[in-house]
């Protein structure tokens, strides 16, 4: 079966190298060695100050509500992975829909103004795909209502300008290292703040609130990520030129195939921002026609996803959410193929022709 994704396994020597390390200091979490050092190298290779790993892109985003003293209502995207909306409603917040651009997949700026209500206190846009959002927008519109301004960037790991990261705007951004990611700790994420107090604050209550011993300083949560998680981020960056390398050839090889196709439409990338491989998504002109390629691909063992289905103003345990007809139209007819480092050339072949014998006859 090829997946839409498959997780990186760093060489066992390589890993087990970091492993010897946690048997050898026998400490296996609370602030270890390797923890500190995944922190160290990740700041140093996304060019970000604050930076705070956990135990999951979830609770990154949670950890930042906190943090932020998230409020009421929170301005978001329809268009994400579930995640987005749960982690709000989870904290009683509420998610207030803005439709997307139909072309780069992103929360549209030009619709935010009208959504906010006296209850506003933040907007949380997602880099959907690893594609950056207009984030000089977005940051004019929040200073102008003072707004908090959050990015979901569990997509944006190594996405710059080649001067800038994307994650050093807006007031945090939380990545997502799942096992699923470019780069990943097996489960973990992080969470990217721009201030001493903030990251303080948010390494207080990623540990219950523990300031000394005996001493609880803040309402917290345990959402530490721990030495084994640590390893095997440490041994996957090692990689990760490698990994990037890799999936560029994949995503260039699709790009080719389907550019000349009319019938697929195809993200379209921030210009400032480059790309970073992490996702290919297809979208037909129709879901019949999606359903008819899954089906086709899925006889051939080949595994695509529908990220992401159904829009979320759409999912059933929402109760007054508005309609986004941008995001509901683009979650049905959107299919996300296969890609990860060593995706064989053939079977990319037969991925491409499978889709495009469907779509041509
Ligand atoms: C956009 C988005 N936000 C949040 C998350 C949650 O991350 P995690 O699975 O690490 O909890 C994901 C996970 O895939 C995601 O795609």
Redesign the pocket.
Known sequence: MINVTKSYFPQREKLDKYIDQIYASGWMTNNGKLLEELEQRLKAFLGVEYLVLVS??????QVAYHVLGIKNEVITTPF??V??TN?LLWENLTPVFVDIEPHTFNIDPGLIESAISPNTTAILP?H?FGNACEVEKLDIISKKYSLKLIY?A??AFDVSDGNSNVLRYGDAS?L???A??IFHTI???AIILHNEEDYTKAKLLINFGISDYDKVDLLGINCKMNEFQAAMGLAVLDDFEQISIGRERVWEKYVDAFTKIPEVQLQVNNERFKNNYSYFPVVFQSEAKLLEIKQELNNQNINPRRYFYPSLNRLEYLQHANPCPVSESLAKRILCLPIFPDLDENAQDAIIKIIIDKLIK
Not at 56 to 61: C, D, S, V
Request: net charge negative.
């Open positions: 999951n892109g979830t609770l990154a985003l994400s992975f995640a987005t982690s997602v959907v979901d569990a997509h939380t997502s290292f799942h699923t990611k489960e973990g994420g």
